[in-house]
Nanobody
Framework: QVQFVESGGGLVQPGGSLKLSCVVS????????MGWYRQTSGPERELVAV???????NIIDPVKGRFTVSRDSAENTVTLQMDSLKPEDSAVYYC?????????WGQGTQVTVSS
């Protein structure tokens, strides 16, 4: 069973920063990729950033240059450093893993960017 512990969400003013952290635990699976999705009011979750086991990173264009994703494979942790935040970054952010047994998402943490 895959378990997530997400932290770091909250309320921040435009231009501010937040750092999201996620620790994944459990047995019976091997993690391939780790990253973050986000969801606003719509039904779809949007990939924000992902790091593969080889260290290759993919970050979506709207946040490129402002967000940084990092992974510690030994500790099964992934972080998302978010700088120069904009109101349109407001969403529920979900930790994500692609493992050999399937894809999993955490419970989500709210990020609100507002003055």
């Amino acid at each position: 069973q895959v378990q997530f512990v997400e932290s770091g969400g909250g309320l921040v003013q435009p231009g501010g920063s937040l750092k999201l952290s996620c620790v994944v635990s459990g047995t019976g699976f091997r993690i391939r990729s780790m990253g973050w999705y986000r969801q606003t009011s719509g039904p779809e979750r949007e990939l924000v950033a992902v790091v593969t086991s080889s260290g290759w990173k993919n970050i979506i264009d709207p946040v490129k240059g402002r967000f940084t994703v990092s992974r510690d494979s030994a500790e099964n942790t992934v972080t998302l450093q978010m700088d120069s935040l904009k109101p349109e970054d407001s969403a529920v952010y979900y930790c994500y893993i692609n493992a050999d047994v399937g894809e999993y998402w955490g419970q989500g943490t709210q990020v609100t960017v507002s003055s």
